[in-house]
């Protein structure tokens, strides 16, 4: 059983930084992609980053030079160092495990506001 717990959301001012990390359980991790993904109220989930297990690394372009995605594979965590936050950015966040994005966290909030 495949299991992903994010964490790190929360309150953050416009222009602060966040580090949103993901946990997963299970051995498959080292050999999947991970993504993470946002869901604004109102909106569409979209992908924000993803990460290959060779760590190559894609980006949204409202994200690209702000947001980073890292993994390491000895905690089967991935992380998402987000700076220069915008109001726009306020969201939940969900990372995801596999080249299908098979499996998804529960999400966190992150809220950008002043």
């Known amino acids: 059983q495949v299991q992903l717990v994010e964490s790190g959301g929360g309150l953050v001012q416009p222009g602060g930084s966040l580090r949103l990390s993901c946990a997963a359980s299970?051995?498959?991790?080292?050999?999947?992609?991970m993504g993470w993904y946002r869901q604004a109220p109102g909106k569409e989930r979209e992908l924000v980053a993803r990460?290959?297990?060779?760590?190559?690394?894609i980006y949204s372009v409202s994200v690209k030079g702000r947001f980073t995605i890292s993994r390491n594979n000895a905690k089967n965590t991935v992380y998402l160092e987000m700076n220069s936050l915008k109001l726009e950015y306020t969201a939940v966040y969900y990372c995801?495990?596999?080249?299908?994005?098979?499996?998804w966290g529960q999400g966190t909030q992150v809220t950008v506001s002043s």
């Open positions: 990460i290959t297990s060779s760590y190559l690394t």
């Open positions: 995801t495990l596999g080249n299908g994005d098979d499996y």
């Open positions: 299970g051995s498959i991790f080292s050999r999947n992609a």
